[in-house]
């Protein structure tokens, strides 16, 4: 049974960083493509990143694209979301999830960040 | 980035009526590859979101057979043939075609 736990989240200032951490169990995790979606308090998802088997395939919106890290590995089957410059506006639940063919198979039971001073 | 429009945001119903949501996208999701990239999720109270459909209409393992998912192009659909209170929650299509992949703002699935 695929498994997703995500930890690292908590209470930060704006300004600050976090890195958050999904550790995956069940499946190899080298070979699967992983994601990151966050969803703020009362409101939809939205997609951040995808990261490919190996690191050498990135992507993040633009809203966190130079503020966001997406990296991984494989050997301790994490995932990883580095966040910096954080702002209000990043307030959320942040889940990660496997990604197959375009689709996101499996989430984690997401984890809360909060950005206030 | 492709908008997709989810309509009604709220829909209540009875239990063992069917329902219907509806989601638009502001371009075809149609891919190079052929396959259309629209899945539907459905987010119980409390929850994280879970896959229901993928590609249109495929089903995920487990998922009861009275979901069902249609359409094309930039027209999708979700159908519940009927209504079971496990299924209150809040639905969401989303398109993984064009980066970055979105999602519709939602339909709220209430109970009349």
């Known amino acids: 049974q695929v498994q997703l736990v995500e930890s690292g989240g908590g209470l930060v200032k704006p300004g600050g960083s976090l890195r958050l951490s999904c550790a995956v169990s069940?499946?190899?995790?080298?070979?699967?493509?992983m994601s990151w979606i966050r969803q703020a308090p009362g409101k939809g998802l939205e997609w951040l990143s995808y990261?490919?088997?190996?690191?050498?395939?990135?992507n993040l919106v633009d809203s966190v694209k130079g503020r966001f890290t997406a990296s991984r590995d494989n050997a301790r089957n994490s995932v990883f979301l580095q966040m910096n410059s954080l702002r209000g506006e990043d307030t959320a639940v942040y889940y990660c999830?496997?990604?197959?063919?375009?689709?996101?198979?499996?989430w984690g039971q997401g984890v809360m960040v909060t950005v206030s001073s | 980035d492709v908008v997709m429009t989810q309509s009604p945001l709220a829909r209540p119903v009875t239990l063992g009526q069917p329902a219907s949501i509806s989601c638009r996208s502001s371009?075809?999701?149609?891919?190079?590859?052929?396959?259309?990239?629209l899945d539907w999720y459905q987010q119980r109270p409390g929850l994280s979101p879970r896959r229901l459909i993928y590609?249109?209409?495929k089903r995920d393992s487990g998922v009861p057979d009275r979901f069902s998912g249609s359409g094309s192009g930039t027209d999708f659909t979700l159908e519940i043939s009927g209504v079971e209170a496990e299924d209150v929650g809040i639905y969401y299509c989303?398109?993984?075609?064009?980066?970055?992949?979105?999602f519709g703002q939602g339909t709220k699935l209430e109970i009349k």
């Open positions: 999830a496997t990604l197959h063919w375009n689709s996101l198979n499996n």
């Open positions: 069940g499946i190899p995790l080298s070979g699967q493509w």
């Open positions: 990261i490919g088997t190996t690191s050498y395939e990135i």
């Open positions: 371009q075809s999701l149609a891919s190079s590859r052929g396959t259309t990239y």
């Open positions: 590609e249109i209409s």
């Open positions: 989303m398109q993984g075609t064009h980066w970055p992949y979105t």
